[in-house]
């Protein structure tokens, strides 16, 4: 019996030191080529660690990926930071990995994505190339309009992912340890800062990758024609993938993503530097 107990909190022990090493920030010290590389909305650092790890295995680049403000813990912590607040964190990473690097390519999934094109414009001189991965512009349909009826009549409610993340890879959706739902104030300050970053796209002329999947049924696919038209710079690819769903760094496309953000981080960091 007390053999049986401790084998059960051994278990138990063992399986929350795998979820907080899942939901928590990493680095990957390499050369002084920096990635930084930040999560979703509602997410947590595991949606990119696995990018960071073949970036930083193929490439020997520095590899930072922090947890944003109010992510990695409650519905009700979320609700309780802003869109500056998760910028204030992107930037403290960006201007931490910049000080040891000599470049850096800012990558981003999601609302990932949303922060890097500000990064480009608040630092642009830290700021070498992006890598936009599944980037919403607006939300599908008619959510940004009843996320903003549901905040005005001051419901702070939080509205269940009932399907889950939005993956293809059944495995990957499991694996995921994100929010499992969406507070509508949180949500609501997502549409601040898309608005803001609608504003702001041909003042943005950095070198761009944009990564979107043809089934993304949280970043509707034209985000991503509007992104490429309106972005300001001349250096903007755009890449389609036609199997994966929304969180495509562990999608079921994820080694082409790899490879491709992979050639795309050598191509604009392409002065190789020594180990830190």
């Known amino acids: 019996m007390g053999e049986s107990i401790l084998l059960r909190s051994l278990w138990y022990e ?35 660690r696995s990018l960071g790890e073949a970036l930083h295995a193929r490439l020997g ?70 890598a936009l991965l599944s980037v919403p512009l607006w939300l599908p349909g008619w959510t940004g309009t009843a996320v ?47 608005e803001q970053v609608r504003r702001d796209l041909p003042a943005v002329q950095k070198p761009t990758l944009i990564v979107h999947a043809e089934h993304d049924h949280t970043a509707p696919p034209a985000c991503a024609r509007a992104l490429a038209s309106r972005l300001g710079g001349r250096h903007v690819r755009l890449l389609w993938l036609p199997r994966s769903y929304h969180l495509t760094p562990i999608d079921v496309e994820r080694d082409q993503v790899a490879r491709e953000v992979g050639d795309f981080v050598a191509e604009q960091l392409s002065a190789r530097s020594e180990p830190q």
């Open 14 to 48: 063992k399986r929350m030191v795998a979820a907080a090493s899942a939901t928590s920030p990493f680095e990957l010290r390499g050369d002084r080529r920096g990635v930084l590389l930040l999560h979703g909305f509602t997410g947590t650092p595991f949606e990119v």
């Open 61 to 130: 680049v520095t590899v930072s990926g922090p947890l944003l403000a109010g992510h990695g813990g409650s519905a009700r912590a979320l609700a309780a930071t802003g869109w500056r607040d998760w910028e204030a964190s992107a930037l403290s990473a960006l201007v931490e990995l910049r000080a040891r690097c000599d470049g850096v390519v800012v990558a981003g999934l999601s609302m990932g994505g949303l922060l890097a094109l500000r990064l480009a414009l608040v630092r642009q001189k830290d700021v070498a190339a992006l």
């Open 148 to 194: 903003r009826a549901l905040d005005r009549m001051g419901l702070r409610v939080t509205v269940p992912k009932l399907g889950g993340s939005d993956v293809r890879d059944r495995a990957a959706r499991r694996s995921n340890p994100s929010g499992r739902g969406f507070p509508v104030r949180a949500l609501a300050e997502l549409l601040d800062l898309q």
